[in-house]
């Protein structure tokens, strides 16, 4: 099951816990793997890690002209586009009263408006080839659901997604294409490595399960998503929390 042999994916934000995780979770189903993100040398330890059926596409989503180009700088690499996996984040974090206009715009810049180009060049893509198969997997947040104080600009972002997604997912559904959101809760990445130990063990007690998630857990998730097994769930987001929230 779930298997993705001759399928191809793009995952942005792949230098990342969670986009690394994917990555490596697509291209072990069997999909050929296009990994963006900024830093070039960590796209390439982690092509060097994977070896056979991945191509590099550096991109900095934060540059219009450059997220532009992507999808199709993916699919002269991959011979076309099955899957898009929108990961990429940014978070520039301040209480409201004093939240600058860039940190606000910046937020919304690469965690909004870059999904969107995406999703539209990405969607475009799909109907061409006329496969009646598509995959648009968008990551959101626990943020995005419940919101977050000092993160107004970030929850606003991630909110902001899961409804685009719907709206996309009604338009596209009767070409096959799904759209799908993940809300990861606290998951065991760089981020939350700069928590301190107090804050960390607050946190867990407000978990059932009582730990943080790892980035194997969103994966498998968007396996899920990607796999032909999911085609009838679109514009769905799938909580993956140990329970932090119950929707």
């Not at 230098?15 to 990994?35: D, P």
């Not at 984040?89 to 965690?111: H, P, R, S």
């Not at 648009?136 to 997604?165: C, E, F, L």
Request: proline share 2%; with cysteine; hydrophobic share 45%.
């Amino acid at each position: 099951m779930f298997e993705l042999n001759d399928k191809t994916a793009l995952v942005t934000g792949a230098t990342g816990g969670i986009g690394g995780g994917i990555a490596r979770a697509l291209h072990k189903q069997g999909a050929t793997v296009a990994i963006s993100g900024r830093q070039a040398d960590k796209l390439e330890k982690l092509a060097a890690e994977l070896g056979s059926r991945v191509h590099i596409c550096p991109c900095d989503l934060a540059n219009k002209a450059q997220v532009a180009k992507l999808i199709d700088e993916a699919i002269a690499k991959l011979g076309r586009l099955d899957i898009l996996v929108n990961n990429a984040g940014l978070t520039k974090d301040n209480l409201f009263m004093v939240m600058k206009d860039d940190q606000w715009d910046d937020v919304i810049a690469v965690n909004l408006t870059s999904t969107f180009m995406l999703m539209r060049a990405a969607t475009r893509a799909m109907m061409r080839t006329k496969t009646g198969y598509g995959r648009i997997i968008n990551i959101s947040s626990i943020s995005g659901v419940i919101g977050n104080p000092g993160q107004g600009n970030y929850s606003a972002s991630k909110a902001g997604i899961i409804a685009m997604s719907k709206s996309l997912a009604r338009e596209v559904a009767a070409r096959g294409i799904t759209v799908n959101c993940i809300a990861p809760g606290f998951i065991s990445t760089p981020m939350t490595d700069a928590l301190n130990e107090k804050q960390t063990s607050a946190i867990k007690e407000h978990i059932p399960s009582q730990k943080f998630g790892t980035p194997d857990d969103i994966a498998a998730a968007a396996v899920f998503l990607a796999s032909t097994e999911a085609a009838y769930m679109t514009g769905q987001t799938l909580h993956v929390n140990g329970g932090l929230i119950m929707i």
